[in-house]
């Protein structure tokens, strides 16, 4: 990709990193402290097999980062056996990290390397760019994030809603139609926009597995469809299934990092009450940086979390507050100047 930009935002609490391209967030890299680094995408490590799935399944592995384990789908292995393990693909879902075995272990399970950081993602993804740091990178998390979560795009008279089940990913397209206009070149083109916008969506999400886009229109030509489809997906190992004559294209791309919104709120929301915290000493970094004039920023929070919350205020410097109120709701958080 050409004419990229790059934000890192090296904050308390965690990293974010953020690719754009013509003002568009296009990837996202995040890491939270607290988080087990054996379980990060090119982390290696010494790993124990625990367990082994009939007819040579697979094996669970432990990394010594305690539950869910690893899972190695190949290779002939015995329980008890130390081998050396690198994270091909995050966990999501509850279900651990995806392992490729680099051969035999000694010793017990540890962590050997933690795998790129955010900041070396960014350079792997737009090399020689520097990234913008400070508020602007605050801004452009922002806006990824934002993006990342929601579940519709819209664009030039299309409506593209990405969901995402237990079984797969699911587009649909949904066009309104152009008037006086041929209506197959229109719905040609609408699939060829509503592609490329599902691609980068899903990109953003980090999502992967199966996924199933519901075209504009139930009977097409089967070539303009897989060309878009091929430029829309690009070269991320994606593999392509037929059209059907219902108008529905099948896909297959492979897991890497683990979906965002798990990655903030977690599977079932156990994180959701740090990433809040988290959101809202981002809003007090900003609001320093963007207002000198007044002597100190105060972050309003409930009595009941202002422990949880003073290790992210304290290295703010003497402008920032953390001021505990007993009247403020839980999750409730309010900026106040001076």
């Known amino acids: 990709m050409s004419g990229l930009e790059t934000f890192l935002d090296d904050g308390p609490g965690e990293t974010w990193g953020v690719v754009c391209q013509g003002d568009e967030p296009r990837q996202i890299f995040h890491a939270r402290e607290g988080d087990a680094e054996a379980n990060r995408l090119g982390a290696e490590s010494v790993g124990r097999v625990t367990a082994l799935l009939p007819g040579g399944g697979g094996a669970f592995v432990d990394l010594g980062a305690g539950e869910p384990l690893g899972f190695l789908n190949k290779g002939t292995l015995t329980v008890g056996q130390s081998v050396r393990v690198t994270v091909s693909a995050e966990p999501r879902g509850g279900k651990g990290p995806a392992l490729t075995l680099a051969g035999a272990g000694e010793g017990t399970p540890r962590l050997l390397n933690p795998g790129p950081t955010v900041a070396e993602w960014l350079a792997r993804a737009a090399p020689g760019v520097e990234p913008e740091t400070g508020v602007m990178a605050i801004e452009a998390v922002r806006e990824a994030r934002e993006a990342a979560l929601a579940s519709t795009v819209m664009a030039g008279g299309l409506n593209v809603a990405v969901e995402r089940t ?163 709701p839980t999750g409730a958080y309010e900026i106040r100047e001076g």
């Not at 007090?284 to 929070?301: C, K, Y």
Request: aromatic share 4%.
């Open 166 to 328: 237990r079984a797969l990913v699911a587009v649909d397209l949904d066009f309104a139609g152009v008037p006086g206009r041929d209506g197959g070149k229109a719905r040609e083109a609408a699939n060829r926009l509503g592609l490329g916008l599902a691609a980068r969506r899903i990109a953003l999400k980090r999502w992967a597995g199966l996924v199933v886009i519901d075209l504009i229109g139930t009977t097409q030509p089967p070539e303009p469809v897989m060309k878009a489809a091929k430029d829309a997906f690009g070269d991320t190992g994606v593999t392509f299934g037929p059209l059907s004559r219902f108008g529905l294209l099948q896909l297959s791309l492979p897991w890497r990092q683990t979906p965002i919104e798990e990655a903030l709120f977690g599977v079932k929301d156990e994180h959701a009450r740090r990433t809040r915290q988290i959101d809202a000493v981002r809003d007090l970094r900003h609001a320093l940086a963007t207002n000198r004039s007044v002597p100190w920023i105060s972050l309003i929070v409930p009595d009941v979390e202002a422990g949880e919350m003073a290790g992210l205020v304290a290295g703010l410097g003497p402008r920032a507050r953390l001021v505990g109120e007993g009247s403020m």
